[in-house]
């Protein structure tokens, strides 16, 4: 709509940026569609010509009012001053760039496996770009959404400043949205590394980095959905933040098989408590039930193979240049895809190999060579 044959038409600029504002939003939900289903994304960034939200507080706040609350009133008169533009960043317009951002790092991981023939030396730089881009990302948060601002909560609203409140809420919300989704994308973007294929070898540091690095976006994450259930007062179980707990689950399922007590016993992890929270609030959202369905299916593939592999004594020694202790020593179950369902068809084809033989190229179906230098590699990485 901002190439210049269309924008002329616009005469009036609040039409237009009423118009950019509903478009961005509709493409922020169609990223979420893109990154939990198994199609292909509506529409390519590049062929996107429509300028970001700006100037958002004006947009909210200009104008008359005849509303006698003294901080709306305010408000009102600093943003037809647009003093407001040196007091009030756009907080619409990194909220919508940082999802542009999760959009691109889902399409490079839902097709960094996807293909045999892939140029890898292309694969490992796109790879880089991201993690330096979330380091920017990062730097960013840090200075403007700083996580301490959570500490506090929200507190209650008080009947002589409701709007203030109001204003205090959505700053905090901003921030929890910020903090969450960079930990999100952390986990993601290094969950990727973590796919097991016959046709790339990834260094075995290489893999304990990303393991480390998922658990502690994991566990971050975590925290940030305690918080959330204590301060944020809607329905959490069909928020657009619901759904990250798919992502976040599997990783402490992986994490739940190699804490220091047996898995299997009744002791409640992270994993589980969060699979408890997904449990219940599938009660109250179609989605959020398949989500836990889904869980459910990848806990009990997990736990199959866990025992399978305890009877390979031999190759489970053969893991620990992957692992991060002494009891990660089985394959994590990782999707391929971002996600389980990539393909609805063949379900094994959508996460990595969980059978250690497979993991380490040992399986039978190897031939004699490529064992014995799979082996050599093993040992003497």
Known sequence: MDLPQFSVSLNDPSEAEFKRRVWWSYYVLIIDTYVIGSGFPSFDLKDIVVKLP????????????????????????????????????????YIIKIKVFYGEISRFIKNRWLRNNQNQDTINFKFIKCVDKLRKVKIYIDENYNIDLLKDGIRTPSSTDQFSTLQETQRVITVYFFNHIYAVMVLLLYQSELVRTNFVTINPNRIKSAKSNCIK???????????????????????????WKIFVSLILLNCKFIQDVDPLTNKASPFDKMFMEIENS????????????????????????????????????????????????????????????????????????????????????????????????LINS
């Not at 706040?61 to 003294?70: E, L, M, N, W």
């Not at 959202?285 to 193979?305: F, P």
């Not at 240049?321 to 959508?350: A, G, R």
Request: charged fraction near 20%.
């Open 54 to 93: 700006k100037n958002d507080f004006e947009y909210r706040y200009s104008g008359c009012y005849t509303d006698s609350d003294p901080d709306l009133t305010n408000l009102v008169n600093l943003a037809n001053t647009h003093v407001a533009r040196l007091l009030y960043s756009d907080e619409i317009f």
């Open 217 to 243: 976006a994991s566990l971050e994450s975590f925290i940030l959905f305690k918080w959330e259930s204590e301060n944020i007062p809607f329905n959490i179980s069909i928020s657009t933040f619901a759904i």
């Open 282 to 377: 599938g009660k109250e959202a179609t989605a959020i039930k398949y989500s836990y369905l889904l869980i459910s299916r990848v806990l009990a593939l997990k736990e199959n193979h866990y025992f399978k592999n305890l009877f390979y004594k031999q190759y489970l020694d053969l893991m620990v240049p992957y692992s991060l202790s002494e009891n990660d020593i089985q394959p994590w179950v990782i999707p391929k895809y971002l996600t389980f369902h990539k393909f609805e068809c063949c379900t094994q084809s959508n996460y990595s190999t969980l059978d250690v033989k497979e993991y380490l190229f040992l399986s039978s179906d190897s031939s004699v060579k490529n064992r014995k230098s799979s082996i050599s590699y």
